[in-house]
């Protein structure tokens, strides 16, 4: 089985997609890898697609997100270059930019809630 699991952070907003009628959500993330004089950094081109792609995690995928994520691994030569592409299998956020994303909404008006019924006015015999 090929699944690898990673951590890193966005490189740029997602790109919602849809192919042959099925939700994709594209996006890069960049993995630290070495350390000193030896680290460098890791570009994985990720594929989110169906359901999850659909839902509300692409508004949290923006550029310098930090994410862990998992999936089937894959390589793609083009132009001389090999590139590491990532079918996700699972996304999760684990901070690093915004809790949510920013929305221009009208203010909601409250609505008026029923008074909680006060039980204790007389005291407790015992």
Do not use: H
Not at 112 to 121: K, V, Y
């Amino acid at each position: 089985m090929n699944v690898l699991s990673v951590t890193g952070n966005l490189g740029q907003d997602c790109r919602k997609n849809e192919v042959n009628g099925t939700a994709v959500c594209n996006f890069s993330v960049a993995v630290k890898a070495g350390f000193g004089q030896y680290e460098q950094t890791l570009w994985l081109d990720c594929a989110l697609w169906g359901k999850a792609a659909e839902g509300k995690l692409p508004d949290y995928l923006v550029k310098g997100q930090s994410v862990a994520v998992s999936g089937e691994l894959s390589t793609q030569e083009k132009d001389g270059k090999t590139y590491l592409k990532l079918r996700c299998n699972n996304v999760d956020l684990i901070g690093g930019k915004a809790d949510a994303p920013v929305q221009q909404s009208q203010p909601e008006q409250k609505k008026a809630e029923p008074e909680p019924a006060d039980d204790f006015d007389q005291d407790i015999p015992f």
